[in-house]
């Protein structure tokens, strides 16, 4: 018998299928090796459950970088502003990634109980920032809003070890009771609970646990998307056609006292980083 379901769970060679409401432990036809394609968590997919095989993998409709998952509608982006402390190199960073991909980002801002009343002003500005320039921006504690936001959707956690991700799911079902863990006093920041990418269906949506990461590349990204992820730029006038905004007189971006100083910040990293890599790639 075949039916159509979605992975759900990876580890190792073992790929676990929902189909009908079901669970399935499958493996993969080897002929996805030979072609070098690889499964992943939230794939649509065909399965032999006889055999207790994959055999078809289904056209995806997007796929992450890091995490490695497809099919996905929504991204939830967890900062922590405090142990981990805030970082918005990397928020803006899965932002590009989210929207290169064409997935919606959510921004939740985790532990803002843990500061004062100056720190949480400093972040209420960032906050409000973010969703003038369009993006849907909570905070931890926001659960009935978030449920609204991604009902019916397929909704990845995504942020550094430590920014809350299990602790926030756990909120949401509290049946799925997922693995925490306190920050490391040695490290200064989270030590890894999550092992692999799971999806969890909640209420009337799913939603998917990544490890932490800090560390992400624009390989597949074109320096023009990286440019167009920045949407607040759009907002404002350049003279240049094709201007890419940095170190150009007359630029109507760069020095703009519109855009948070830190986003203009990281978009020029970005795109130093761009172009390091592909420079890289032609010396080899």
């Known amino acids: 018998m075949m039916l159509k379901g979605r992975i759900i769970n990876i580890n190792s060679s073992n ?4 189909a009908k409401d079901k669970k399935y432990v499958c493996t993969v036809r080897g002929v996805f090796r030979e072609k070098k394609v690889t499964p992943l968590v939230g794939d649509n997919v065909v399965i032999n459950v006889k055999d207790s095989q994959i055999i078809e993998i289904l056209k995806r409709k997007n796929q992450l970088q890091r995490p490695s998952v497809a099919n996905i509608d929504m991204s939830l982006i967890m900062v922590s502003v405090k142990k981990p402390n805030l970082d918005l190199l990397l928020l803006d960073k899965l932002l590009v990634h989210s929207l290169a991909s064409k997935i919606t980002p959510i921004i939740c801002f985790t532990k803002c109980d843990l500061l004062n009343d100056d720190e949480y002003e400093k972040i209420k500005e960032i906050k409000k920032y973010y969703k003038k320039i369009g993006f849907e921006v909570i905070e931890n504690t926001e659960i009935s809003y978030f449920k609204k936001l991604v009902s019916g959707k397929t909704v990845v956690c995504a942020g550094q070890t ?3 991700k299990s602790t926030f799911i756990n909120k949401i079902d509290s049946t799925l009771d997922l693995k925490t863990a306190p920050i490391s006093k040695a490290l200064g920041r989270g030590v890894h609970t999550t092992r692999l ?3 969890y269906k909640v209420d009337d949506f799913y939603i998917v646990d990544t490890p932490g990461f800090s ?6 990204i ?12 759009n907002n404002y006038t350049c003279k240049y056609t094709g201007c890419y905004h940095i170190n150009i007189d007359g630029c109507g971006i760069e020095g703009n006292k519109n855009i948070l100083p830190s986003r203009y910040k990281n978009y020029k990293r970005f795109i130093k980083e761009k172009d390091e890599s592909s420079s890289k790639f032609f010396k080899k």
């Open 15 to 18: 790929y676990t299928v929902i």
């Open 162 to 164: 430590g920014s809350g």
């Open 197 to 199: 990418n799971s999806i």
């Open 215 to 220: 560390a992400l590349d624009f390989d597949n």
């Open 222 to 233: 074109d320096k023009e998307v990286i440019k167009d992820c920045f949407i607040e730029f």
